[in-house]
């Protein structure tokens, strides 16, 4: 099995910046894509940011771009999100998750195979 643990989250007034953090541990092996996916209160969850395993090839939503960056250290088992000019929009527990299938983009939710327990961002206005 892998698990993940998420680490970074906190409160920050808009414009600031975090940096979120996941260390994978287990099975690491069997990581490919990784991901990060947010649900803010009283909505559905949904897509942040993706990359694949060499972080040659990422994928944002449309409202993040520019704003957020994803990255990996595949030598520490580690997977960042640095969030810059944050709004209170982005609000939310933030969850890494990864897939175990070669080749997959990790953008969709039902496609995640490994999932972290969150990590509370708050944006004050």
Not at 63 to 81: C, E, H, M, P, Q
Not at 83 to 106: H, I
């Amino acid at each position: 099995q892998v698990q993940l643990v998420e680490s970074g989250g906190g409160l920050v007034q808009a414009g600031g910046s975090l940096r979120l953090s996941c260390a994978a541990s287990g099975r690491t092996f069997s990581i490919y894509a990784m991901g990060w996916f947010r649900q803010a209160p009283g909505k559905e969850r949904e897509f942040v940011a993706g990359i694949n395993y060499s972080g040659a090839s990422t994928d944002y939503a449309n409202s993040v771009k520019g704003r957020f960056t994803i990255s990996r250290d595949n030598a520490k088992n580690t997977l960042y999100l640095q969030m810059n000019t944050l709004k209170p929009e982005d609000t939310a527990v933030y969850y890494c998750a990864a897939v175990n299938s070669p080749g997959l983009r990790a953008t969709r939710i039902s496609g995640m195979d490994y999932w972290g327990k969150g990590t509370l961002v708050t944006v004050s206005s």
